[in-house]
């Protein structure tokens, strides 16, 4: 009981703060100066303040935050991008609805790869703690933390796109959607743009595309899962209810397993949690680097385009991770209760 | 020794080498043969290409940028187009053109038929009424014959009021101009504050007077004297901003009767005595009474306009186009042939696929006016009339073009031979690392020289070099009030407020060493123009192969061409590089300065420059400079005293340097390039000027026109230098009209070089290179020509020919193991 009140409790801060942020998102875009004179050369210089007229931009803010909450809650109508020129004319939900799926897709399976692969060296490094096995592992994770993920990207592109050989080679890019139509025509497979449709993704040539900018994401976790468990289990290893588990006749995996695991995963998984859902977001840098049509680029862009921020994409997409991190600090809260069940929040 | 350190250096040496054994660990494979193939029918040739930005949207009718014509130039025809000039060997003529009908057959010039009030096409006029007659088997890609109709369709859609379409303004504005076509576009609009000056639309006695004294237009609409609004009269700026120069208490009386918020004063008799009184001065030239509607802006409302009267209609046979146009353009030339500008400014008309189009339409959302489209956007809302159409497309990676079988081009016999390309797969690729690698790896056939790799693959024979029209040009302030407000104790900026130092700036740069050590395959440049830039395009009229425009160089650039063989031995002479002219001309505006007060004694120069992004070419572009300018002061009072920093400005480096942030930045203008005197705008128009400053229509130039006037005559006159230019280009409020309709090239060229020469002169702006961009093509593909034509470029898809097939392609790299070899 004490937890539902507690979830309900947090429920409803999360929609007022959400409501609050959305708000003040709303009126600090619409602040944003705009220069009416860009104007190109042999241009209608009048142009730009009679489209923005009539797209409703110059009606005050509030009237114009009404009639944006009404279309989007009457409506789920998110608006039609405008101002950022790969995407003028398209529907905002439909653009990320689209490009959501690969950015999710390769934040899955890098951490898929990831939280094993860092878990299992931060254990073997601890156990191993002061030995050759672990200074190895723990230079490898510094080297790995300190240099930008942009450089190992590159590196994975040009070893297992470029330099092996022919027939061990990874895509350099990943695959459009109409390639894996016509790679499986005997499917029936649809590319539908501005849709949604898992099957297009779930197929070999489509993952193995994705491969080297999973490993590019997957590195800097490996190391940071590995580091944080390293430093969590050699802390609980030398607890003294380890010492008693040992005591009472627990070999020492028995106790590392059973007791000094678990106890240091009350910090890791909820570690785990937070970083597959920050990286929703997806990484620009390595977007860019193996041409992943993910939605890295697309918030960045809605805030710079020219002349005009692009509004409705700026909104959704403030919406959208205002939400993400919201959530993202509930479920991490409550991950807690479920790795411990000694933690009860909202107990008194 | 500790063992564990030990261990814990050699793990982290160990891995350090991995990293740079992966990086250093290939090796170049051999050089593929280069195979001429013949094309076979049953092969498939891909031409494969990327682009850094996705296109989202190539309707005609709402294109923003030219991203987004990548897919139009291949789903588009045109009525006539620019051919190669062929010898009877069948070789290209260097430089030369000619013009062929392509989806039109005929091009009538039917003025005559137009004549009187409804169309206002004048007696005798030749170029305002074309008759277009199409081909009969224009189809579109899913087989819908294209009539007459269809373009007169799209010309409503096109200027529809409620779309409000991006590029409807192309027929209103600028050199096509359709009768009545920015009326239908904007019709019940009302526009505030129509500048009277750039209109001419009234005089005083135009006026009606109300009973209350003040006076209104002639429909009762709204007009008043405006003293806060930017006036075409005063080049661009307010009259506050002149206020100087004006009548003090004229100004002030009329600043005390201006409405507050928009400093608009009321039209009565007293006001027209206070205006009168206000442009009688000494400073401002004693205009007369008859200038006072040059101060006034109104209230327009645009008229009900039907589209029957609109300029364009279908015409006797359902293959005809008629169009009516409300500003001569010469499509045709005396003997009844196409001139260039009919591919140049009408090469076509905008063309939708009605029934799509319809489908396509998207009412407003609430609280918006606007109807949207969202044809052309996707495959299913495409359609081609041209060579190729869209086979896939998804946004922000890919899109593939396969061969339009129904495209009337693939029977022309003159075709027979060409469009060799099947397919074009055109991926976007953000990162240019990653398309090199791709290109290497035979998957694109084409990518631009990027600087880290210009040294190694500049003498690629697979590299070719682009020019175009950009003059990258060094940007000096011009704000005098701004660098002394940014001025502070011991750092001085004012004494690049004087010509000598600016033009000490800009003898201090060896232009040609400048080039070659900061950019990929520039050239050297030392005007507002360059090759590109034709002043006489019909008779191949380069502007800097003239000899005015030589002059102009020879006289900036200090070089007396009088003592050389010719003046291309005197231009060729020019290095644009005098470090002991410009060290004296340091000396000279130091010692100038500080008898004026300028400067003090002790002082450092501190130049601030400015960009967009700082990126590893701009530092090195900055460091040049600042390499120079340090040499330059050497032996003069400024020795050790001159220091430059870079700041970003991001995407406002522009707008700040002209609002006079900061000192330096780099800049130049594309566009126009066959209307250099349309072009001389950017440089002398305050609404375009890096120099903004910069008071063109107050510096006066004594010019003689040879042979314009009456019987051939002279004309000399001294006229500021916007009054030059809009003399130049016929605009409505200048004193003569000289422009390309009125005069011949070769007379208007020795205005443009005048002109030119007056900016270079006071030194804001300072060219440094003539942009050239390399390129390397894959051995795939071959061009028809490597010598770049400014009409048809290398021949684009057209001529375009494989030298391998895909499978022969892919067979070729797997041969040599996935990584070709371009050096």
């Known amino acids: 009981m004490y937890m539902f009140k507690y979830i309900c409790k947090r429920l409803g801060l999360v929609l007022m703060t959400f409501t609050i942020i959305f708000v003040m998102c709303f009126v600090l875009i619409k602040l944003k100066p705009i220069d009416m004179n860009t104007v190109g050369i042999g241009q209608d210089a009048d142009k730009l303040r009679r489209l923005l007229e009539a797209r409703g931009y110059l009606k005050p803010i509030p009237e114009q935050l009404f009639l944006y909450l009404k279309r989007i809650v009457l409506d789920l109508d998110f608006g039609v991008g405008v101002y950022i020129p790969q995407y003028s004319g398209q529907p905002v939900w439909g653009v990320f609805i689209e490009k959501l799926p690969p950015t999710i897709l390769i934040n899955v399976y890098s951490s898929l790869l990831a939280v094993p692969v860092g878990i299992v060296l931060g254990i073997f490094a601890a156990l191993k703690k002061n030995k050759w096995q672990d200074h190895f592992i723990s230079t490898a994770v510094m080297v790995v933390i300190s240099v930008p993920s942009f450089v190992y990207a590159s590196l994975l592109l040009f070893i297992l796109c470029f330099k092996l050989p022919v027939d061990l080679q990874l895509p350099k890019s990943m695959l459009s959607l109409p390639d894996i139509v016509s790679l499986f025509p005997e499917k029936g497979l649809q590319y539908i743009p501005l849709t949604f449709n898992w099957d297009l993704y779930f197929n070999w040539p489509m993952i193995k595309s994705m491969l080297p900018a999973v490993f590019a994401m997957s590195f800097g976790s490996i190391a940071g899962y590995a580091r944080f468990t390293r ?54 840098i390595i977007e860019r680097i193996f041409s992943i049509p993910g939605v890295g680029a697309l918030y ?3 805030i710079n385009a020219t002349p005009v921020p692009d509004y409705d994409f700026f909104m959704m997409l403030s919406a959208f991770y205002t939400l993400i991190g919201l959530v993202a600090g509930l479920v991490i809260d409550l991950s807690y209760g479920v790795i411990d069940p000694r933690i009860r929040m909202g107990a008194r | 020794m500790n063992i564990k350190n030990v261990i814990r250096s050699v793990s982290a040496i160990l891995l350090a080498a991995m990293m740079l054994v992966s990086i250093v660990a290939c090796q170049d494979p051999e050089q593929p043969g280069n195979t001429s193939g013949t094309p076979d029918e049953d092969k498939t040739y891909t031409y494969n290409t990327y682009t850094t930005l996705s296109p989202s949207n190539w309707n005609e009718l709402t294109y923003q940028d030219n991203n987004d014509t990548q897919i139009m130039s291949y789903i588009g025809s045109s009525f006539y187009s620019y051919d190669f000039k062929f010898d009877a060997d069948g070789k290209i003529v260097p430089g030369e053109f000619v013009m062929k009908y392509d989806a039109a057959t005929k091009l009538e010039d039917v003025s005559a038929d137009y004549v009187g009030d409804k169309w206002g096409v004048p007696e005798g006029a030749k170029g305002y ?8 088997d224009l189809k579109w890609d899913d087989g819908t014959a294209i009539k007459a109709e269809d373009f007169v369709y799209t010309m409503k859609e096109q200027l529809a009021p409620e779309f409000q379409n991006y590029r409807a303004d192309s027929f209103y504005v600028g050199a096509t101009i359709i009768v009545n076509a920015e009326n239908y576009a904007k019709q019940g609009q009302t526009v505030d504050g129509v500048d009277n000056s750039a209109s001419g639309k009234y005089t005083v006695a135009d006026l009606v007077k109300g009973e209350d004294g003040v006076y209104t237009q002639p429909d009762g609409g709204a007009i008043y004297f405006a003293l806060t609004e930017a006036l075409d009269w005063c080049g661009g700026k307010t009259v506050t901003q002149y206020s100087a120069y004006l009548d003090a208490e004229a100004f002030a009386a009329l600043q005390g009767l201006a409405d507050a918020e928009t400093g608009r004063v009321a039209i009565t008799d007293e006001t027209i005595a206070l205006v009168t009184k206000l442009i009688d001065t000494d400073d401002w030239g004693h205009e007369g009474p008859e200038n006072v509607p040059y101060y006034m802006v109104y209230e327009y409302t645009y008229p009900e306009t039907k589209f029957e009267d609109v300029g364009i209609f279908v015409g006797e046979t359902e293959y005809e186009i008629v169009l009516v146009l409300a500003k001569a353009l010469p499509l045709l030339k005396e003997d009844g042939s196409l001139s260039y500008q009919s591919a140049y400014n009408m090469s076509s008309l905008p063309l939708v696929h009605k029934a799509k189009y319809e489908a396509a339409k998207q009412e407003p959302a609430e609280g918006s006016d606007l109807w949207t489209s969202v044809y052309n956007s996707s495959v299913e809302t495409t359609a081609s009339w041209g060579p190729y159409k869209l086979e896939s497309f998804q946004s922000g990676k890919q899109y593939v073009l396969v061969r339009n079988e129904n495209w009337y081009g693939y029977g022309v016999e003159e075709n027979a031979g060409l469009y060799q390309t099947d397919r074009i797969v055109c991926d976007t690729i953000g990162e240019w690392n990653s398309a090199w690698l791709k290109f290497l790896a035979g998957e694109i056939d084409g990518i631009g020289i990027d600087v880290s790799i210009a040294n190694d693959y500049k003498g690629s024979d697979r590299a070719y070099y682009t020019p175009d029209d950009f003059v990258a040009s060094l940007q000096l302030q011009s704000s005098v009030d701004q660098l002394k407000a940014r001025e502070s104790e011991g750092v001085n900026k004012s004494i690049l407020g004087y010509t000598d130092f600016r033009k000490a700036l800009s003898l201090a740069i060896d232009r040609h060493d400048f080039a070659v050590q900061t950019t990929t395959s520039s050239l050297e440049g030392f005007g507002l123009f360059n090759s590109m830039h034709y002043y006489d395009v019909e008779n191949g009229g380069a502007y800097r192969n003239s000899d005015d425009a030589k002059k102009v160089l020879c006289d900036i650039y200090n070089v007396d061409y009088t003592k050389y063989d010719s003046l291309d031995a005197a231009v060729d002479a020019i290095t644009g590089y005098d470090i002991e002219a410009a060290r004296a001309l340091v000396t000279k505006a130091y010692n100038e300065a500080l008898a004026a007060g300028d400067i003090k004694e002790g002082d450092k120069v501190l130049l601030t420059m400015g960009t967009g992004t700082i990126t590893e070419v701009v530092t090195k572009r900055f460091e040049y400079l600042t390499n120079a300018w340090k040499e330059l002061v050497k032996g003069t009072p400024l020795e050790g005293k001159l220091e430059t920093e870079v700041k970003d400005f991001a995407d406002a480096w522009a707008t700040d340097f002209r609002a006079g942030k900061y000192d330096v930045c780099m800049g130049g203008w594309t566009g126009a390039a066959w209307d250099p005197g349309y072009f001389l705008l950017a440089y002398l128009s305050p609404a375009y000027m890096y120099s903004s400053a910069w008071d063109t229509s107050s510096v006066q130039m004594t010019f003689t026109m040879k042979g314009v006037g009456e019987n051939g005559a002279d004309v000399e006159e001294t006229m500021s230098l916007i009054d030059w230019y809009n003399c130049l280009n016929g605009a409505a409020e200048a004193k003569y009209d000289w422009s390309a309709n009125a005069l011949e090239q070769e007379q208007r060229l020795q205005l443009i070089a005048a002109l030119e020469k007056e900016v270079l002169k006071v030194y804001y702006t300072v060219p440094l290179y003539n942009n050239f961009s390399a390129s390397l093509l894959s051995y795939k593909v071959d061009y028809i020509t490597y010598e770049y034509n400014t009409f048809m470029s290398y021949g684009g898809i057209k001529y375009m020919t494989f030298n391998y097939d895909d499978a022969a392609w892919a067979a070729e790299v797997a041969a040599q193991n996935g990584e070709l070899n371009y050096k």
Not at chain 1, 255 to 283: C, D, K, Q, W, Y
Request: aromatic share 6%; charged share 20%; net charge positive.
């Open chain 2, 129 to 136: 009424a074309y008759k277009i007659t199409l081909r009969e």
């Open chain 1, 231 to 284: 430093a969590e289990l050699t802390e609980v290893l030398t607890s003294e209810f380890m010492l008693l588990a040992r005591t009472k006749g627990l070999t020492k995996s028995q106790a590392t397993v059973r007791h000094a695991l678990r106890n240091s995963m009350v910090p890791i998984f909820p570690s785990i949690v937070g970083e597959f859902i920050s990286v929703l977001s997806g990484s620009l």
């Open chain 1, 300 to 302: 960045l862009s809605a």
